[in-house]
């Protein structure tokens, strides 16, 4: 009787997922496994149990899903069959449509590696229905107050996560060890870990590691870690009195050279050591990539392979995806917290042909509180000089905080429909220059449903 709702619950959410394609609905990637969880409660676990290898769970704030799919790369390099939720919906409805769209109609799910992208304050819910074999922490930032809390309670509920695995003899957690906060995490666990961090940086075009938001940092003992590197915000080479500091990593990168569009970056493990080029802006990039290797290392894959699925990985909607719009050049940038934002502003600032719209939406799945806006680093655009344009539903709180950032309030304009938005830029782009968007959550899903149509017109 299980079996049949599985495969009822796993057609239905194809079934659906279909229909929201066809008729252009939305992105069809959480209505699917709704109804079909609602079919069949255990379906997730049942799914995932077909896993005939390694099961890897990826969460953190920032770059899951940059990561995920610079991983997904890498394994199909390998030759591995996944499953993996690539559009970046990462709650159980979400991960229930990814796979069922992998599964066979008779409820076969026939992969070598799960790839799941999991949202940070949701892991204890899914690892309550799984045991990975990986866990892979990005990092934490404060993020969405309204919907996570204070780090503090985040990183709690990443702990939790962790310990509701059951089997955890076969666990590792890859863990970024220039982030205090993830580490303190996995000090607090009794498993496998594998550490990576950064340690030289040269930036290729003269820019410097500029301020970020910091987050306070303390040491389990009470007082704040001391930096002797900061890479940005609060990760780096930290240290305390006490005599507690950052872990040595296990795969570390030795040389990373930063340019406005790519980086180079030499790797280093006690194993291996090899370069590779990130096709991809921006320091935060660097990080996921070294994640994403560090992870494929521990599942034996071979560095050549690695450079092959890093190098040729094609970037997810809305995360420094390039396209071309009338021939001319857009990069879309989802941004959602004071660093991740501020950390896309410096590559949009170190841009000298760079245009830029801001979107900003308010509802849920964005965060209905905007006061981040505040905390984010928009002062690296006050000497900004060509039009900015604001979107979204929080177009004019945006113009605010530019104004208030320095930004020359003549060069500020609000547009609050997003298409008009692009069309409006896109027009005014001379054949130098390339047009930035950052959008929010919801934006970048409104986008979804009409960028496609002015893709190469």
Known sequence: MKIALHILGINLAKFTAYLSQAFNLGSGTSLPGMLAQKVSPDLFSYLVSQTKKDIIFVTGTNGKTTTSGLLAGILKADNRKIAHNRKGANMLTGLITALSQESSIFGNLNVDNCLLEIDEAYLPVITAKADPN????????RDQLDRYGELDTTAKKVYAGIEKIKNKKDLCIIVNADDPITSGVAEKTNVKKLYFGIDNIVFSNNQDISESQKEITTCKCGKNYMYSKIVYSHLGHYHCECGNKRPEPDIIATQVEIGIES??????????????????????????SLCAISTALTLGIAPKTIVNGIENYSTVFGRAETLK??????????????????????????????????????????????????????????????EIICSGHRAYDMAVRLKYAGVNTKLISVEEDIKTAIEKHVRSLSENEKLYILPTYTVLLDMQLFLPKMINK
């Open 134 to 141: 990986i866990v892979v922490l990005t990092n934490l930032f």
């Open 263 to 288: 980086s180079t970056i030499t790797v280093k493990s006690n194993e291996h050591e090899f370069s590779y080029k990130l096709h991809l802006p921006g320091l935060y990039n660097v990080y996921n």
């Open 325 to 386: 719009i009338n021939n001319k050049d857009v990069l879309i940038q989802l941004i959602k917290n004071p660093v991740g934002a501020t950390e896309v502003l410096k590559t949009v600032n170190n841009d000298p042909n760079s245009k830029l719209i801001i979107a900003i939406n308010d509802n849920y799945a964005d965060g209905r509180d905007v006061s981040w806006l505040w905390d984010a680093g928009f002062e690296l655009l006050k000497n900004y000089q060509k």
